[in-house]
Antibody, heavy 121, light 107 residues
């Protein structure tokens, strides 16, 4: 079945980096983009950006530009999100989600299970 | 940037009630709008895409309407399993943004 499986929980110190993976299966990875969304404890959903696997075009939320990098490995159908210079307010659950390319029917239809990233000294 | 204003932020309702949640966009987003349901500790679940198309497997008591700048999610008869937080999301132009969320609680 179509699914996205994310890497496990992480605990990082302030100033460190974290890299979360999102492995796709059950569909043609390069035919869809991958968006990343995060949710701080008790807060709402925040769109972080997205990447198009077949051409690696990216778009990042302005507040994260310079600290976030999204990449893909089409050979393993895996997307990655790296966040650097971590701060306590980066503590959140990070989700990946599938997004269609010019096709609203696939916009955020499939989500990963989420990865908890805790930033604490 | 396009802002999404979702209302109400919270509401209390009873089983069987008709519930309406609104999202207003600060600019025309056509129908590039989706609605999600999220229960505590769970992954968001898409209910509606393209403003009014029902996600496969989602009960027909959920419906979406609107285009341009005003959008509505309606639950025609609230069921016990519908108590959750609901979010809208626009994906018309960058940056995409979620509404602030509407928590639907039991009255």
């Amino acid at each position: 079945q179509v699914q996205l499986v994310q890497s496990g929980a992480e605990v990082k110190k302030p100033g460190a980096s974290v890299k979360v993976s999102c492995k796709a299966s059950g569909y043609t990875f390069s035919s869809y983009s991958i968006a990343w969304v995060r949710q701080a404890p008790g807060q709402g959903l925040e769109w972080m950006g997205w990447i198009i696997p077949f051409n690696t075009n990216t778009y990042y939320a302005r507040k994260l530009q310079g600290r976030v990098t999204m990449t893909t490995d089409t050979s393993t159908s895996t997307a990655y999100m790296e966040l650097r210079s971590l701060r306590s307010d980066d503590t959140a659950v990070y989700y990946c989600a599938r997004v269609g390319l010019g096709d609203s029917s696939a916009a955020f239809d499939i989500w990963g299970q989420g990865t908890m990233v805790t930033v604490s000294s | 940037d396009i802002q999404m204003t979702q209302s109400p932020s919270a509401m209390s309702a009873s089983v069987g009630d008709r519930v309406t949640i609104t999202c207003r966009a600060s600019q025309d987003i056509s129908d590039y709008l989706a609605w999600f349901q999220q229960k505590p500790g769970k992954v968001p679940k898409r209910l509606i895409y393209a403003a009014s198309s029902l996600q496969s497997g989602v009960p027909s008591r959920f419906s979406g309407s609107g285009s341009g700048t005003e959008f509505t999610l309606t639950i025609s008869s609230l069921q016990p399993e519908d108590f959750a937080t609901y979010y809208c999301l626009h994906h018309n132009s960058y940056p995409w943004t979620f509404g602030q969320g509407t928590k639907v609680e039991i009255k």
